[in-house]
Every structure is written in structure tokens, then in C-alpha cells.
């Protein structure tokens, strides 16, 4: 739309100065409230993602893993990423809790057979008198650095663990011909007229790593020797279903109560761990399901107290026929 008029030559001069200058005020004001706008704007939308970044940056550097991000914009992108921050943390947290508890518990097992051994020969050096004094007490020592060779052994074992699946060495083998040997192979660590019963099917033929392999059946044979009843009986089976395999590690000895069945694959953990000459520190079961689970598989177990426990390990067979 267009405006025209007629207006004397002589006010030509001062309108035209007026609509410059107001044209000019009117430029700068929007060039101002554009700059300002934009920069209003712009902080007003990057401000959730910088609070959120000074605070995961501060999470991140400093000691306390159990702060979390307030997430005010729960619904948008803001709010997601927030909460995948969070979750990140939250795992993060878990995964150092654990490890801290694994350093503590380890240390702490350690330092009794040590403090044991210190105590022992101070012991010997100031009151032992006869050679029988010094063996009793060398006996002792013996007992505690078995202790603790055993456990350093497995600590050793779950840190490679630890480190994940890399270093597996799978091979496809005759699991049957494995288990029988590995029971033969078999020397309890005290006779108790426990007898050991084999009802292994033949020729299941499954991708494994025998060097950890062999750890989960020692573990279990260890365990249904040191929990089961004198005179009793161990079966050790193999059955082959469509798309797996298990093996059963029967005993009928203590048995463990259904409370604590929940607690037995934990690290460290034992329902009675002052059995004075047993060399284990509840290491044992977690390292089994470890192993067990890296080969596809699980374990789990039914047991009643003072009737005994069934070990039962699935593991994935990719061939269920005989080869
Ligand atoms: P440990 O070195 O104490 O044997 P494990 O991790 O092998 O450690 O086992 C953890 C705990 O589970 C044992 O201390 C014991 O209380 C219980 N347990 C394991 N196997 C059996 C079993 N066959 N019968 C009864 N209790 C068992």
C-alpha cells in the first residue's frame, strides 16, 4: 500500500530529518531487542543443558558418586538425558560400592590368617620349649598359609574373571569323557567314607573352556564332600536335553536352609565360616556361577536342611545329538 501527499517544500526538509531519525531510533531498538532477544532465548534454552553439564561435570570430578541430577523437564529431551545421566550414575556408583566391599572383604580375610601367623610365631619364639612346641606351632603356620595361598589363588582367578570373556579358551569336546575324568581326577580333601556315584550320559558333546570348566566341578565336588554327611554319597550326573545340557552335584549332607540359598552365590559369603581347618572363604559358588554364566549357562540349587543339596548347572549345547 502506498501513501502518496503533497507537502510544502519548506517543511520537506524537517520531516524527512524526523522519519531518519525515527527510522533510526526504530533500527536500533530492533536491532537491540533482536540481540538481546536472541541471547534471552537462547540462554533460556541452553540453561537446563549447562546446569546439567556443571553437574554431571561436578558428579564426575568430585568424591560424592550418590548426587544425582534434578530433573525438572522430566517429560522433554532435557529430562531423558538427565535421567540417562542418572541411571549411568547409579551404575557407576553400584559397580565402585561393589568393588570397594571386594577390596574390604578380601583385605579382611587376609588379615586373620596373617594376624594368626604373627601371633603364632611370637608364640613359638617365647614359650615353645620342646620340638613338639615348635611343630605344633609350625603346624598352625602351615594350616594359615594354606589358608591363604588357597585364597589369594582365587582372588587371582576372579580378577581375570573380572576381566571379562576375552581370554576364554572355548573348545567343542566330549563334556561326558571331561566330567568323568575330572571326578576320577577327584582327591577329596579328607576321607569320610563318602562315596562318589557317576550317572553320566555318554558322548554330549558341548562348546566349553575346560581350563575354567574343570574349576566348576572341582568347586562343586570340594563343596558335596566338605558339606556332606560321613559315610554318605555324592552323584555327579550328565543328562543331554533338546537345547542343553545339565549337570547334577547331588550330596545328602548339611543342606543349606532356603534363606540362605539366596546368599550362597555372593562373594564372601558362608553360613558358618568358622569351620576352623576348611581353607574356603565363600569365594567358591560365585566364581562357579561366574564361569557357568560366561558359557551361556547358570546354575542354581534345591536343598533342604540336614537332607542334603542338588547343584544343578545348564549350559547351552549347540549339538544335542552324538557326534
Ligand atoms: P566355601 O569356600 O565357604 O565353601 P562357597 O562359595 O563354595 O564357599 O560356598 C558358600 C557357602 O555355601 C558355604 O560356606 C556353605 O555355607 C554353603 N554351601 C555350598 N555348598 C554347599 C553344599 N553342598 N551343602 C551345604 N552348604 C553348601
Given at each position: 500500500?502506498m501513501?502518496?501527499?503533497i507537502?510544502?517544500?519548506?517543511?520537506?526538509?524537517?520531516?524527512l530529518?524526523?522519519i531518519v531519525?525515527?527510522?533510526?531510533?526504530?533500527?536500533?531498538l530492533?536491532?537491540?531487542?533482536?540481540?538481546?532477544g536472541a541471547d534471552?532465548?537462547s540462554?533460556?534454552t541452553?540453561r537446563?543443558i549447562?546446569?546439567l553439564t556443571?553437574?554431571?561435570?561436578?558428579?564426575?570430578?568430585?568424591?560424592n558418586?550418590?548426587?544425582?541430577?534434578?530433573?525438572?523437564?522430566?517429560?522433554?529431551?532435557?529430562?531423558e538425558?538427565?535421567?540417562?545421566?542418572?541411571?549411568?550414575?547409579?551404575?557407576?556408583?553400584?559397580?565402585?560400592?561393589s568393588?570397594k566391599?571386594?577390596?574390604?572383604?578380601?583385605?579382611?580375610e587376609?588379615r586373620?590368617?596373617?594376624?594368626?601367623?604373627?601371633a603364632?610365631?611370637?608364640?613359638?619364639?617365647?614359650k615353645?620349649?620342646?620340638?613338639?612346641?615348635?611343630?605344633?606351632?609350625?603346624?598352625?603356620?602351615e594350616e594359615q598359609?594354606n589358608?591363604?595361598a588357597?585364597?589369594?589363588s582365587?582372588?587371582l582367578?576372579i580378577t581375570?574373571?573380572d576381566?571379562?570373556?576375552a581370554?576364554?579358551?572355548m573348545?567343542?569336546a566330549?563334556f561326558?569323557?571331561?566330567?568323568?575324568?575330572?571326578c576320577?581326577e577327584?582327591v577329596?580333601?579328607n576321607?569320610?567314607?563318602?562315596?562318589?556315584?557317576?550317572?553320566?550320559?555318554?558322548?554330549?558333546?558341548?562348546?566349553?573352556?575346560p581350563?575354567?570348566?574343570v574349576?566348576?566341578?572341582?568347586?562343586?565336588l570340594e563343596?558335596?564332600?566338605k558339606y556332606?554327611r560321613d559315610?554318605?554319597?555324592i552323584?555327579?550326573?550328565?543328562?543331554r536335553?533338546?537345547?542343553?545340557a545339565?549337570?547334577?552335584?547331588?550330596d545328602?549332607?548339611?543342606?543349606?536352609?532356603?534363606?540362605?540359598q539366596q546368599?550362597i552365590?555372593?562373594?564372601?559369603?558362608?553360613?558358618?565360616?568358622?569351620r576352623?581347618?576348611?581353607?574356603?572363604?565363600g569365594?567358591?559358588l560365585?566364581?562357579?556361577?561366574?564361569?557357568?554364566?560366561?558359557?551361556?549357562?547358570?546354575?542354581t540349587?534345591?536343598?533342604?536342611?540336614?537332607?542334603?543339596s542338588s547343584?544343578?548347572?545348564?549350559?547351552?549345547a549347540k549339538?544335542?545329538?552324538?557326534?
Amino acid at each position: 500500500l502506498m501513501i502518496r501527499g503533497i507537502i510544502p517544500a519548506t517543511i520537506t526538509h524537517h520531516v524527512l530529518l524526523g522519519i531518519v531519525v525515527v527510522a533510526v531510533i526504530w533500527l536500533l531498538l530492533t536491532i537491540f531487542i533482536g540481540v538481546f532477544g536472541a541471547d534471552y532465548i537462547s540462554r533460556r534454552t541452553f540453561r537446563p543443558i549447562k546446569a546439567l553439564t556443571e553437574k554431571a561435570a561436578s558428579i564426575s570430578s568430585g568424591d560424592n558418586l550418590s548426587e544425582r541430577i534434578n530433573i525438572e523437564h522430566s517429560s522433554d529431551e532435557i529430562g531423558e538425558l538427565a535421567e540417562t545421566f542418572n541411571d549411568m550414575f547409579a551404575r557407576l556408583e553400584d559397580s565402585f560400592e561393589s568393588e570397594k566391599r571386594f577390596v574390604s572383604d578380601a583385605s579382611h580375610e587376609l588379615r586373620t590368617p596373617t594376624t594368626i601367623i604373627l601371633a603364632e610365631c611370637a608364640r613359638a619364639k617365647k614359650k615353645a620349649r620342646t620340638k613338639e612346641d615348635f611343630i605344633a606351632s609350625l603346624n598352625n603356620i602351615e594350616e594359615q598359609s594354606n589358608k591363604m595361598a588357597h585364597m589369594i589363588s582365587q582372588l587371582l582367578s576372579i580378577t581375570r574373571l573380572d576381566q571379562g570373556t576375552a581370554h576364554m579358551r572355548m573348545q567343542e569336546a566330549d563334556f561326558s569323557a571331561f566330567l568323568a575324568v575330572c571326578c576320577d581326577e577327584f582327591v577329596p580333601a579328607n576321607d569320610r567314607g563318602i562315596k562318589l556315584n557317576m550317572q553320566i550320559e555318554p558322548h554330549i558333546y558341548l562348546t566349553f573352556d575346560p581350563g575354567l570348566m574343570v574349576r566348576v566341578i572341582q568347586n562343586l565336588l570340594e563343596n558335596a564332600y566338605k558339606y556332606g554327611r560321613d559315610n554318605g554319597n555324592i552323584i555327579v550326573a550328565l543328562k543331554r536335553h533338546k537345547a542343553s545340557a545339565s549337570l547334577f552335584v547331588i550330596d545328602d549332607g548339611i543342606g543349606i536352609s532356603e534363606e540362605d540359598q539366596q546368599y550362597i552365590f555372593k562373594r564372601f559369603w558362608q553360613a558358618d565360616p568358622s569351620r576352623g581347618e576348611d581353607l574356603g572363604v565363600g569365594l567358591g559358588l560365585s566364581m562357579v556361577k561366574q564361569i557357568c554364566e560366561f558359557h551361556g549357562g547358570n546354575i542354581t540349587v534345591i536343598s533342604s536342611p540336614d537332607e542334603g543339596s542338588s547343584f544343578i548347572v545348564t549350559l547351552p549345547a549347540k549339538q544335542p545329538t552324538n557326534k
